[in-house]
């Protein structure tokens, strides 16, 4: 753990999950639609980094708790 944070990378390959975990993350889950439905952390989260945008961006605040931050710093989808 850096600085406390746990972290859960997202990847539409499985094939990256070792890298997300070798680079610090808790887990990885495969990005798909509705991941907000799949996480047992969703509406718990602190922070979000939405890295997909457009069509990812309203399931990112889906995952927040109330008055989490998320960050949209990419456009890859639509």
Do not use: H, W, Y
Request: aromatic letters at 2%.
């Amino acid at each position: 753990m850096n600085a406390g944070a746990r972290v859960i990378g997202t990847s539409r390959n499985r094939e990256r999950f070792a890298l997300l975990e070798e680079l610090g993350a808790e887990r990885a889950e495969l990005e798909e639609p509705q991941l907000s439905e799949r996480i047992p952390e969703a509406k718990r989260l602190d922070a979000v980094l939405d890295l997909v945008g457009n069509t990812t961006i309203l399931d990112s605040l889906a995952m927040l708790r109330r008055g989490g931050r998320a960050c949209l710093a990419g456009r890859l989808g639509g």
